[in-house]
């Protein structure tokens, strides 16, 4: 069972950039595919980015494409998501969260999740 834990919100001003960490343990990290989603106050849980296992494959939202960056560090057990131009419609808690092997962006198919790490971008 793989433990993930994020780090590195806080509060930022529209246009300012944030790097958000996600550890993990108790897995053979490089068998995971791992991403990013994220929940504004209200609304549904909805995805970001995902890394498959060795980092060659990536896929973004629509919403922050262009202006975030998904990697990853296997040595480290490790995922972080660059985030840039930041407005204050990419306030939420974003999650990290992972899956064994298979690579998705499907929020359902997801199996370990931290607890998540608030972002706010204030105006």
């Known amino acids: 069972q793989v433990h993930v834990v994020e780090s590195g919100g806080g509060l930022v001003q529209a246009g300012g950039s944030l790097r958000l960490s996600c550890a993990a343990s108790?897995?053979?990290?490089?068998?995971?595919?791992m991403a990013w989603f994220r929940q504004a106050p209200g609304k549904e849980r909805k995805f970001v980015a995902a890394i498959n296992w060795n980092g060659r494959t990536k896929y973004y939202a629509d919403s922050l494409k262009g202006r975030s960056t998904i990697s990853r560090d296997n040595a480290k057990n490790a995922v972080y998501l660059q985030m840039n131009s930041l407005q204050p419609e990419d306030t939420a808690v974003y999650y990290c969260?992972?899956?064994?092997?298979?690579?998705?962006?499907?929020?359902?198919?997801?199996?370990?999740w931290g607890q998540g790490t608030q972002v706010t971008v204030s105006s």
């Open positions: 108790g897995g053979t990290f490089s068998n995971y595919t």
């Open positions: 969260a992972a899956r064994w092997m298979q690579f998705t962006t499907n929020e359902g198919a997801y199996d370990y």
